[in-house]
């Protein structure tokens, strides 16, 4: 009880202090607080980092559990709309770590339970627009989300413009380390070429993007995808562009 911020005010902070910076929750305490976290959502709003960041994991926790419907009562979205955009990315990066490192069934669940419906609710403004910082994030999530990564690019792809450069080298290296360029060629390409479309500036790519193209499967039927990769790649600056284009054209013509 000593948690309610309504019956104890300002004191409550002595026991959330010490709890979101360095405690953890266990199912029965997510069952028996989730309530209290809702209480607390208005008094988080304006307090130093690391309470603030620390509260939002504990609220991806919460999320990412599955225990209860966040939906219900409208309990997520009281959450959110409280945050600015700043605060909102952070809570959505604190949950991109969360998801890194789900096994592919819970994945599975959490884009079904709440994620697709909360993100394509997001792109339509409710309760509140995307940021483009959010969807810097939001590329984290994408690229987390392997068993239903086509849907998440679809959605991601449609978010407001980032800088691409910031996020198309992490691309590339989580990328290195799964199989979507081989299971998923197609969604992975519409992923790059949104990263290079982003942004008016120039920024330095290193060659590790032929590495990538290596490893897809050699399909005509990808070579429009590929010939626009080449073409944002001229247009930023990358030196091999062209030379990268002629050997695209002779490789890739298996049915």
């Known amino acids: 009880p ?20 360095y405690g ?9 607080m989730t309530p209290i976290y809702s209480d607390a959502f208005v008094r ?13 994991k504990h609220v991806g926790a919460i999320v ?9 009562g409208g309990w997520f979205m009281r959450f959110l709309v409280g945050l600015n955009d700043p605060q909102r990315a952070e809570w959505a990066n604190q949950m991109g770590f969360m ?3 789900a096994p592919p069934q819970r994945k599975t669940e959490i884009w079904g339970r709440w994620m697709k419906a909360y993100w394509q609710e997001r792109l339509r403004g409710r309760p509140c627009p995307l940021s483009a910082k959010e969807a810097e994030e939001l ?3 994408t690229l987390a989300m392997t068993p239903v990564f086509p849907e998440a690019v679809e959605l991601l792809i449609q978010s ?10 992490t691309a590339l290296y ?12 197609e969604a992975v390409l519409r992923l790059l070429n949104w990263l290079l479309s982003q942004g008016d500036e120039q920024w330095m790519i290193s060659n590790d993007i032929e590495k990538l193209i290596t490893r897809l499967p050699k399909r005509k039927s990808l070579l429009d995808l590929l010939n626009d990769m080449c073409q944002r790649l001229a247009k930023l600056g990358y030196a091999g562009a062209e030379t990268l284009k002629r050997q695209i054209v002779q490789d890739f013509q298996d049915e």
């Open 2 to 21: 000593r948690y309610r911020f309504t019956e104890f005010g300002d004191s409550a902070f002595l026991l959330w202090e010490p709890h979101v910076c």
């Open 24 to 32: 953890g929750l266990s199912r029965d305490l997510i069952l028996e």
């Open 44 to 56: 988080f709003r304006n307090v130093r980092n690391d309470l603030s960041n620390g509260f939002f």
């Open 64 to 72: 990412y559990s599955g225990l209860f419907d966040v939906n219900s």
């Open 99 to 101: 998801l890194d490192g």
């Open 139 to 141: 590329v984290d999530w």
């Open 160 to 169: 407001p413009a980032i800088n691409g450069g910031r996020k198309f080298g």
């Open 174 to 185: 989580l990328l290195e380390q799964n199989d979507l360029p081989s299971a998923q060629p």
